[in-house]
């Protein structure tokens, strides 16, 4: 039986209840079950930071097993930055243990009437008083946690920022963040810092013989997989080295440019030099995580675990600096603060633009001079962001939403898409990868379609990354694909950047563990994810969200890129890009699946939902 938790914070009550068997088949796990019950539960139209608002938490169905970077955790929920549905994934532990303590969701509901926790141990369940911890940062907030209810806790948890309500706050377990949409900032509306589980390790598997077979082969393809040893070595930081600086998509002072004067101060060697250890999440060999201290200069003793690439190119490329030890700092106070470090620095990159232009001056910024080049108004800016003070509470409001505050034209400068920050991988350099964040259903997200087949990969093909058409295919291939991937939580880097585990092996794994056959078959999963991909577009159409938000900011259509080797490069045919997909995808000119898409799915319910937005 697989179950789930309902935990209404407003009432107090909470229930255990089963996972109909028939939602499990067909939705399988993780992503899917979180867009099933977020589409089904939610109303449109509610404030995603009123208690109408569900924060749905997952596991995997293979999370706490030896399986290989399956163990992560889902948020799922409206977004307070995008009003869209998002998801977001978070690494650590507490995936292994929320699966141990007998669930694969959590249900929260409610609003609690003042600060509180969910402590889970056993078939123990109780909201606590967390007035201790509330306004405490993340490593405070989870070490007194930690001393409360000892070392075989696990916890996620908020910082201030998203009590302060900074809207793309994360949620938190260890240092590993569900870093977009403003998660935690739902989990903050909801008076809830944390969440605690006590469990002991549990397996079931059906089928124990072959799955530890499987486990063998899948440990043997990771040993020998091209790049194995280099990215444990290193981590993300070697894409500052590669697809960032050697495909000119590094999006530099606000995606004016695509390479960053200086760069080679931020190599991965750089950052070799400071690391202390490889860290990783429940059973992965990648530890793509770096504990990471500064023994020298101006944070000299800053201990952090990170950054991570999206984090060097959001304290780099939109401030134009080169200070590695500003890059690790920054990440200190971002996790500290509880803050997206993406939304964070490309909030900053925006206001350093405005400023050039004169839009903002230092009577807006407190008298901090936005130059290019100077870390420390950034690094002042990030602590002004989470705690709402000056400007900072204008950007904490994320750049779509800032803009239209501060006026004067700002909204030619707010490099975002469906109101979420653009991430470091610039669109006009890799354009498959652009128009994924154009049409993704959670906004700007790299991570949501990653255009791999733009730097090599082949599969299903190849792809010329400066081409303007015959892409729309391959951004629903990917979207589809990391669909089908999250149905089982599986990290991003091992299966679409490394190639290491594929829908084959990871069908093979849930079929041994769940005893469910069409699991082990690759294509189910991809009929899944696709479902996935269509039911969590209809939640966003219901909202009122169209073709019209499949759009990226007009400087990517109109200004040409300057610098590396995309120099000169504009998105020309956006409107072909999304004819191409929506006919990939069965879907109208306004974006709209047709009725006969939603019948494949068996979706027909929420056809009536939708059919008034068709042309
Ligand atoms: S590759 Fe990194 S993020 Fe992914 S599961 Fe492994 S340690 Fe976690």
Redesign the pocket.
């Known amino acids: 039986m697989r179950r789930l938790l309902r935990v209404n914070l407003s009432t107090g009550e909470i229930r255990e209840e089963e996972i109909p068997a028939k939602i499990a088949q067909e939705y399988v796990g993780g992503r899917g079950f979180g867009a099933k019950y977020l589409y089904d539960e939610v109303a449109p139209g509610i404030d995603p930071l009123g208690p109408e608002n569900k924060l749905l938490l997952g596991t995997g169905p293979l999370a706490g097993t030896s399986a290989q ?1 399956l163990s ?1 955790w889902i948020v799922a929920t409206k977004s307070p930055l995008t009003g869209t549905y998002t998801r977001s994934y978070g ?1 650590g532990d507490f995936g292994a243990w929320l699966k141990w303590a007998g669930f694969e969701l959590v249900i929260i509901e409610g609003r609690a009437a003042k600060p509180a926790y969910l402590y889970i141990k056993d078939s123990k369940y109780e909201i606590r008083d967390a007035s201790a911890i509330w306004g405490k940062s993340t490593s405070q907030a989870q070490a007194y946690l930690k001393r409360k209810h000892g070392a075989k806790a696990r916890i996620i948890c908020i910082g201030p920022a998203a009590e302060k309500m900074v809207r793309y706050a994360p949620i938190f377990s260890g240092h590993r963040a569900a870093g977009r949409g403003g998660t935690g900032t739902v989990m903050a509306s909801k008076n809830l810092k944390a969440v605690v589980i006590e469990a002991d390790r549990s397996e079931t598997l059906a089928n124990p013989t072959e799955f530890k077979k499987l486990v063998r082969e899948q440990v043997k393809r990771y040993k020998e997989g091209l790049g194995f040893e280099v990215f444990r070595d290193y981590g993300t930081v070697m894409g500052v080295d590669y697809p960032g600086f050697g495909c000119g998509s590094f999006p530099v002072r606000n995606f004016r440019r695509g390479d960053l004067e200086g760069w080679e101060k931020l190599s991965f060697m750089q950052y070799a030099v400071i690391t202390q250890k490889h860290v ?2 429940y059973a ?1 060999m ?4 770096k504990i990471r201290k500064l023994s020298s200069g101006p944070y000299a003793g800053i201990t952090t675990e990170g950054p991570q690439y999206e984090t060097v190119w959001a304290f780099t490329g939109p401030t134009g600096c080169t200070d590695l030890d500003a890059t690790v700092y920054a990440d200190y106070l971002c996790f500290e603060l509880g803050i997206d470090t993406i939304s964070t620095g490309n909030s900053i990159g925006f206001a350093y633009e405005l400023f050039e232009k004169g839009i903002l001056t230092t009577k807006d910024t407190d008298g901090l001079v936005l130059n290019y080049g100077d870390p420390e108004p950034m690094l002042k800016l990030v602590e002004k962001i989470g705690n709402r003070e000056g400007l900072g509470d204008v950007l904490a409001e994320g750049v779509k939403r800032a803009a239209e505050q501060i006026g004067k034209g700002a909204e030619e400068y707010a490099m975002h898409v469906k109101g979420q920050e653009m991430p470091g991988y610039e669109p006009r350099a890799l354009k498959a990868g652009g128009m994924n964040y154009a049409l993704s259903n959670v906004g700007a997200n790299h991570c949501y379609g990653y255009s791999s087949q733009e730097i090599g990969n082949p599969k299903p093909r190849l792809v010329d990354a400066a081409a303007d058409d015959d892409k729309g295919d391959i951004v629903k291939y990917n979207h589809d694909t990391v669909a089908a991937f999250e149905l089982a939580n599986c ?1 991003h ?2 299966a679409s950047h490394l190639d290491f585990i594929d829908l084959d092996l990871m069908g093979k794994l849930l079929e041994a563990a769940l005893g469910v056959s069409r699991f082990g078959n690759a294509d189910y999963l991809i009929y899944v994810g696709e479902k996935v991909y269509n039911l969590e577009r209809c939640f966003n159409i219901r909202e009122g969200f169209t073709r019209k938000d499949d759009t990226l900011p007009k400087r990517m259509y109109t200004e040409p890129l300057q610098g590396g080797l995309r120099d000169g490069e504009i998105i020309r045919k956006p409107d072909t890009i999304i004819d191409e997909y929506y006919d990939a995808r069965g879907w109208d000119r306004n974006g709209i699946p047709a009725r006969a898409t939603l019948a494949k799915f068996g979706l027909e319910k929420v056809d009536k939902d939708v059919a008034g937005f068709r042309r």
């Open positions: 970077s992560k690494g990783g999440c992965c990648l530890k793509c995580g990290c880097f091992p």
